[in-house]
């Protein structure tokens, strides 16, 4: 009663339980140990893993009387600060066809389709491969909005490849910020893409689906605790494919404008006539 050991104490399925007390909304968590038994002695010492970012008290409750007799359970001092083990990174965005519902030529930009820009998905997950929800309370979500990132072409033809370019300066939308769901979104807008035409056309012209890739280097997918995306051994860049819904298909052409001949006293008819490669 007055705070000495019992040696000779002894004890089974005693439960253990973990409250959060920071962040403040913050959920408890899952203990690896639901329970322990106290061996002989005054001590005994418990292995456990939490699956939640946060700090948190630890309580240990006997469940059952000890002779007769009801043992008060026991609370921690705080443990913790936890950080997630690793980030998981998740991205989605499609372009839209310039012209019409079919196609967009090269040299002109084409934009994202409504609703599909480039968004890029963050979470925090434990070493169970959970998202730990409470990352994303207060100011426990530690990673920096990431840039842009960097656009690529991957038609998997060279002359193509090195002549994707972009236009505008993206502005970036935050979404899912504070909702306790382990993820935020990082949505980007106000950019172009385009393929530049190449001085002469050659076979690599012809019409062909234009295949984006956007990448992002690990380093801007790491807090500032070292939690990045990666397998949680490692940190990894990141890059996905946009999709083909609605995509663009991209083709060489011009509008050529011929001569025509007459007296500077008549109006004369030009002959217009577009063309493609």
């Known amino acids: ?21 920071a962040p403040s909304d913050g959920v408890g968590g899952n203990l690896s140990s ?3 038994d106290h061996l002989l002695g005054n001590q005994t010492t418990v292995a456990t893993a ?3 970012v946060g700090v948190f008290r630890l309580s240990a409750t006997p469940v059952a009387s000890y002779f007769g007799e009801t043992v008060s359970g026991g609370t921690s001092g705080l443990v913790g600060r936890f950080i997630p083990a690793y980030l998981g990174a998740t991205g989605s965005a499609s372009l839209t066809p310039s012209c019409g519902s079919a ?6 930009p084409m934009n994202f389709a409504s609703g599909r820009e480039p968004t890029l998905t963050i979470t925090g997950y434990n070493r169970g491969g959970n998202a ?7 100011n426990f979500w530690r990673l920096s909005t990431p840039a842009v990132g960097s656009y690529s072409s991957v038609t998997g033809t060279s002359d193509l490849d090195v ?3 972009s236009q505008g300066t993206a ?3 935050v979404e899912g910020a504070g909702d306790g769901d382990g993820t935020r979104g990082y949505r980007w807008s106000d950019e172009q ?13 012809y019409p062909f689906i234009a295949r984006i890739q956007q990448s992002f280097a690990a380093a801007a997918l790491t807090d500032p605790d070292g939690a990045c995306h990666g397998n949680g051994v490692t940190c990894q860049d990141y890059a996905y494919d946009f999709t083909d819904d609605p995509g663009s298909e991209v083709r060489l052409g011009r509008l050529r404008i011929g001569n025509a001949h007459g007296s500077e006293l008549q109006s004369l008819s030009l002959p217009v006539i577009l063309e493609s490669w």
């Not at 009663?1 to 007390?21: C, D, E, H, K, R």
């Not at 196609?103 to 002109?108: E, K, M, R």
């Not at 730990?132 to 207060?138: A, I, L, S």
């Not at 893409?193 to 690599?204: M, T, V």
């Open 171 to 173: 502005s970036v939308v």
């Open 50 to 52: 939490i699956s939640e």
């Open 132 to 138: 730990t929800t409470n990352y994303d309370r207060g």
């Open 1 to 21: 009663a007055n705070n000495l050991v019992t040696p000779t104490f002894q004890m089974g399925a005693i439960t253990l339980t973990s409250a959060a007390a």
């Open 103 to 108: 196609f967009s030529y090269q040299g002109q």
């Open 34 to 36: 639901a329970d322990y």
């Open 193 to 205: 893409l385009l393929y530049n035409p190449a001085l002469l056309p050659g076979g690599a012209d």
């Open 163 to 165: 002549r994707l370019a």
